[in-house]
Every structure is written in C-alpha cells, then in structure tokens.
C-alpha cells in the first residue's frame, strides 16, 4: 500500500510494510571483499563530466583514484539507507533537488516488540529493499542509466541491515555501471542541512540526536569534524522510545512522537526528575539514569502499560502526560545545557562558526526545536533544522551527502558485475564521525571503543596525506614541465 505524504519539494512515497512472519530469507557467510580498480571501461559520460582541473587521489579505503573538482554539472544520485529500522531511497540532483523519496518504515514491528529486533529488521530491509530503490526510480521518471552514481549507509549501524542496503547499492551500481559512494550516516543527518539551507557554510556546529546517538560536532569543511561530544550511554531517542513503551503509548511512528504528543497535556515541573551529567563540566551526554528515574516514577504511580492511553481513566492519563512532560523537559535540557557549553567551545576553535544544525529524528520535536532555538539564538547563531521528513532516517540524506563526497572525488569504482551475493562487505557498525576534541574528553566517558572502525575524517585525513605525498607531487611535477 502506497500513500504520498507532503515533502519540501517532492512527495515521500511510504510504503506500508505488511509483516508476514512466514517470510524467510537466507542470509550466507560471507568472504571478504577487497575494493579493486576495475580496468574495464567506465560510462563515457561519468568522465566527461569531469573538470579538467582534476587530480589525482588517494580515496577511501587505499585504492587511488581520479580526484576531480566537478562542479556546474548536474549530477543524479540515488541514495539508499538501511541502517536501522526504515527502508529508504530517493534520487536528489546536485541543483538539490529532492526527485523522488520513498521510505518504507518497520513501525509495526516497533510496536509489536517495543524495540528494533536486528534479525526482524533485517527481513523486513530484504522483503522491500527492491520495491523501495524501484519506487524512487519511478517517482523520478528515471531509470540506473540516467545516475551518476550510487551512495548508501555503510555504517553505523546495525551490520545485518546496512548489509541490505549495500548489497543492493552493489548491485545497481555493479550492474549499470556507476561508481558506488559509501556513507556515514551521521553524516548524512548533518550534510543534509545543506541542501535545506543552501547558505550553510563551513565551519558549523551540529548537534545530532536520533535513537542511537547523541553528538556534538564542530564540521569544520566536508569529512573534517571534531567530535566535542557523545553519550555515554543512552542517546536521547532511546529514552523517548523507552518512556512511551513504559507508559502503554502507541509506538508505530516510533515512541518519540507519542511523548511529544502527550506532554502537551501535561506539568512538566510535576515531576522532579534530575537534570544528568550537571557536574561535568563538559559536553558529554547520558540518558541512561533518566530513563531509570522515569521507570521508577511510573512504578510508583502504578501505571499499567498494558492498559492502553485511550482506555486510560482521566487520572490515569494525566498521570502518564505528567510523567511525559516532565521527562521531556529533564531531557531537552540536559541537550540546552550541554549545547550552550559546545557553542563556547567551538566558537574558541572556530570564532567564525553561525549556524548550529540540529538533525536526526529527536530535531522533529517542535519542543526540542523551540528550546534550542532559544539556547542559540543567545548566543548569536543561527539554528538550521531540516524538516521532519528530513531529519527522521531518509534517503535524501543518502544521495546528497554522496553528492556532495562525489564532487571532490570521493567514490569507489563500480563493483563488479555479478558480485558473488557471499562476498562480505565494507560495513561499519561502529564508525564515528571525527577525532574526539581533547580538552573536552571526560572521565565518565564510556571506554566502549572495542571493535571500532577508524573515524570518518581520519580516514580522509590519511587518503589526503598520502595524495599529497605522493600522486599529487607527482602530478604537479608534470605540469610544471
Ligand atoms: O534518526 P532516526 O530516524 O533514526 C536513527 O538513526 O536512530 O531517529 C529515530 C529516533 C527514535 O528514537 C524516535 O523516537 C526519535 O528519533 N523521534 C523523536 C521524534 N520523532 C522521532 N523523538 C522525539 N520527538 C519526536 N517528534
Ligand atoms: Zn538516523
């Protein structure tokens, strides 16, 4: 079942997953696969469009590569993005024109078990993933060859799910072609401010809180953030799932919504629950004690979560709006606190930083939008926050963030065609953004760094020092002959 939803200047087709329990797919072992340079030949049109002013590169993962500045030419992405619990592609164009968006959303299954279930949501990517890249084509009245490249979530992210994407991303590009760009997705939850606020410049601040993280960043140019904070334990969407799923709300736009909606009802100040992290003096994160608090509050007023809201007696409701109001109150400014402390930082690293982006699925919240608007207008930035549809999980982000990695020359070459469907895949679970900002690091600090992937921008970092050690000496030698 497809129905359109209003967007900013195309509609987001969503697809209604219909849950067959029945349904199982094979998932094989997997080997591993080494990004090559493929010598057959590439589309005509993907060098053509090209700036002459091109170098050579050292990209991603090792494997050197044409380096090119393409601008002024209009390059068509198609964006995929598996990392969780929504199916999501669109096809954006580098003028960011938004030509299609489809998102297919596991909502069920969230409500059914309260939670992403990883091998559930994994089925659930498998049994549309096909349908979803097909209906972003269609809506954009395009087909693969009219692409310029492929990008799709690589991480982080739940590994048996941003494998779907991937595989899929493989295979288009693979098939057609098309030089195949990989995608931090947290990234992609800040790049896409850009498109929305076409004067965003760097450097920026961006405050990023969806349901498995909660950061601060400094993006000092495209690939080159600091991180000046992270959770601990718990990001902020965490808690809003949890509280709406303890106090018997409807969860199938995800429990965010629901407390959103009932706090309006509610005293925030009704119940006292503790700001977290108040006496450290950094820009760290925890949400982990406040869900504690809030369970015991709705323990103590013996709410009955299986009793739903609308069943609710008028008491019995007013007590859950009061336990929501105050939880989101508690919540948002434990992110104003810590904002407020990063918009100093940065604006010592950074004095020329304006805007403070604030994206991921919990920036929807009108409340969170309004209080730290407030928060940054006090400091004199400006706040830049995509549209709800932009900031929840989507394929827009996808594209565009590959677009704009793309420009500077930032892809992989096509995979083979006919990749083996056991070939195992650069996923990355665990990635984060940037280097973590050393004055700011905190004794609370969770030491849960074991199998992490090199961050993102030490990554281009090293791929940067090395074209510049060794291709592109060489290159400038040449011309200046
Ligand atoms: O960015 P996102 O769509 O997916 C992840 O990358 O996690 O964020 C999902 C999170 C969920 O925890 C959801 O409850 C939360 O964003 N969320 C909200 C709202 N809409 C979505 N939280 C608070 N208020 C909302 N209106
Ligand atoms: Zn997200």
Request: aromatic share 6%; hydrophobic share 40%; net charge neutral.
């Amino acid at each position: 079942m497809v129905s359109l939803l209003p967007n900013l200047s195309s509609p987001i087709s969503r697809l209604s997953l219909l849950w067959r329990p029945s349904l199982h797919f094979t998932i094989k072992s997997t080997t591993k696969l080494q990004f090559q340079l493929h010598e057959k030949a590439v589309k005509p049109q993907w060098f053509k469009s090209f700036s002459p002013y091109c170098s050579v590169s050292n990209l991603s993962m090792g494997q050197t590569q044409k380096q090119m500045l393409v601008e002024n030419e209009n390059l068509v992405v198609l964006g995929i993005e598996t990392s969780c619990d929504d199916t999501a592609a669109a096809v954006v164009n580098s003028n960011g024109e938004i030509l299609s968006q489809v998102i297919s959303s596991q909502a069920e299954l969230l409500a059914r078990y309260g939670g992403v279930a990883p091998k559930m949501a994994e089925e659930a990517h498998a049994l549309v993933i096909d349908q979803v890249v097909q209906e972003a084509l269609d809506k954009a009245n395009l087909t693969e060859r009219d692409l310029t490249a492929v990008a799709v979530t690589i991480g982080p992210g739940l590994s048996l799910c941003l494998r779907i994407g991937v595989r899929k991303a493989r295979k288009v590009a693979g098939s057609h072609n098309l030089p195949l760009v990989g995608v931090h997705h947290m990234e992609a939850h800040t790049l896409v401010a850009r498109l929305v606020e076409r004067e965003l410049q760097f450097p920026f601040m961006a405050l990023l809180v969806s349901g498995g993280h909660n950061l601060l960043i400094l993006a000092r140019d495209l690939g080159d953030y600091i991180q000046l904070g992270t959770t601990i334990d718990d990001a902020i969407g965490e808690a809003y799932d949890k509280t709406a799923k303890w106090l018997g709300l409807d969860m199938r736009r995800s429990g965010g919504p629901a407390v959103e909606e009932l706090a309006r009802e509610g005293d925030a100040k009704s119940v006292k629950f503790k700001v977290p992290m108040k006496q450290h003096k950094d820009c760290n994160f925890s949400y982990a004690g406040l869900k504690t608090q809030v369970r015991l509050a709705i323990e103590a007023k013996r709410i009955n979560a299986e009793i739903s809201l609308a069943s609710a007696s008028d008491e019995e409701r007013q007590a859950r709006a009061d336990i929501a109001a105050s939880f989101q109150r508690v919540a948002v400014l434990h992110l104003e606190e810590k904002c407020e402390r990063a918009i100093e930082w940065a604006l010592n690293i950074e004095p020329s930083i304006n805007h403070l982006v604030v994206s991921g699925g919990v920036a929807s919240n009108k409340y969170v939008r309004a209080r730290l608007d407030e928060v940054v207008n006090r400091k004199g930035l400006k706040l830049v926050c995509p549209p709800p549809s932009l900031c929840t999980d989507n394929g827009v982000m996808v594209a565009w963030t590959g677009i704009e990695h793309f420009r500077l020359g930032r892809f992989d070459l096509p995979p083979p065609v006919n990749e083996p469907e056991d070939a195992v895949l650069d996923l990355r679970p665990r990635w984060p953004l940037g280097e973590e900002y050393a004055e700011g690091k905190s004794e609370a600090r969770s030491m849960r760094t074991a199998r992490m992937h090199p961050s993102l921008t030490s990554l281009i970092k090293a791929s940067i020092n090395f074209t510049n050690g060794s291709n592109l000496r060489g290159l400038v030698n040449k011309s200046a002959t």
